[in-house]
């Protein structure tokens, strides 16, 4: 390695505390005196893909996705490949990726989805969603998907959230049948890919709190699209706040799940987005070409540009399907 390469690797890594160094040692196989080849070795797959246009290749970017695949290179490099190409097979989604995209300004302000500011006891980021605020004519499943997956963007930025990961909590309380019906296979199964299989975080673990019959049901529908590690990873709690309790300490829960905390502020995490004015139809900068984030994902900091670039693949070259009219996973009748 020359001096340069040693100089960007210590870059990487610099902000680092000691703690999540070692974990990255442990649990990742990270080592910093290969973190060059490593990288490099990722990148130099890229040519085995023409068919995909692989936007963005610079270091911190290909670093976060061999943290998520515990720097396995061909896990690392698929992983990276099925981002881009989750993006060119959904360009519909991706062409307003922008926070002050209405479908996603709309998603952020309802809570979709929540960020708890403090992280669990293994500083994991907590996200939590409250099912039953979802209101079916103000906003669409793919826009709060695209609000969690925007959401994620900004999070991943952190070294610390790359390596120590994130756990989602998802609260069922009042899901009503009549919503439950809306969740059709196709939506649910392009949730799955966007986040289960192109995106690159660690999630460690997904809680359903309060989750009556019919999402037991649909639960054993979509089984068939989860990896073995993600179907272990998901807990099913019903109205035992203790097993979730054991698996994140009340401490660093909000009181909606038992925990010690105030109640969450639903406006939160679209304040720290849109800023404090987040009300207005102000035009805001934070958009897939440039993504400006707030270091400290909260206001008044300096911002940081994120370069993005747009894909190159023509829109009107894919068939757009209506996805939330597809059939539904549970009828009515």
Not at 83 to 93: A, E, H, I, V
Not at 181 to 207: C, M, V, Y
Not at 228 to 250: A, M, V, Y
Not at 286 to 302: I, K, M, Q, W
Request: glycine share 6%.
């Amino acid at each position: 390695m020359t001096s340069s390469d040693a100089s960007r690797m210590s870059q990487l890594l610099a902000g680092l505390g000691a703690d999540a160094t070692e974990k990255a040692r442990l649990e990742l196989n990270e080592n910093p005196n290969t973190l060059h080849q490593d990288i490099q070795q990722v990148r130099d797959m890229i040519v085995t893909r023409p068919d995909i246009g692989f936007l963005r290749t610079d270091d911190d970017f290909i670093l976060r996705f061999l943290r998520a695949r515990k720097f396995d290179p061909v896990e690392t490099f698929r992983l990276l490949a099925q981002y881009f190409q989750f993006r060119q097979q959904n360009l519909d989604m991706f062409q307003s990726f922008k926070v002050d995209d209405p479908g996603i300004k709309r998603a952020l302000m309802d809570g979709f989805p929540g960020v708890l500011e403090s992280p669990d006891q293994h500083g994991r980021k907590i996200l939590i969603l409250f099912a039953s605020n979802w209101d079916q004519s103000r906003n669409s499943f793919t826009d709060i998907l695209r609000a969690i997956l925007l959401s994620l963007e900004v999070l991943i930025e952190k070294p610390e959230l790359q390596i120590n990961g994130f756990v989602l909590i998802i609260d069922w309380s009042n899901f009503s049948f009549k919503q439950a019906s809306k969740l059709t296979p196709n939506i649910l199964k392009l949730a799955i890919e966007g986040l289960q299989d192109s995106f690159p975080a660690r999630f460690g673990g997904i809680h359903f709190v309060n989750q009556p019959w019919y999402i037991h049901a649909m639960f054993t529908i979509i089984k068939p699209f989860l990896k073995e590690k993600t179907r272990k990873r998901i807990f099913l709690h019903g109205n035992n706040l203790n097993s979730l309790h054991q698996l994140i300490q009340p401490e660093c829960l909000p009181s909606e799940f038992g925990g010690t905390l105030p109640p969450y502020d639903m406006g939160m995490w679209a304040r720290t987005l849109l800023g404090p004015d987040y009300m207005d139809e102000t035009e805001y900068t934070l958009t897939y070409d440039a993504l400006h984030v707030r270091e400290n994902c909260g206001g008044g900091a300096d911002k940081e540009l994120m370069k993005r670039s747009q894909s190159v693949v023509n829109p009107a070259m894919l068939r757009q399907t209506d996805r939330e009219t597809s059939t539904p996973l549970l009828a009515l009748d």
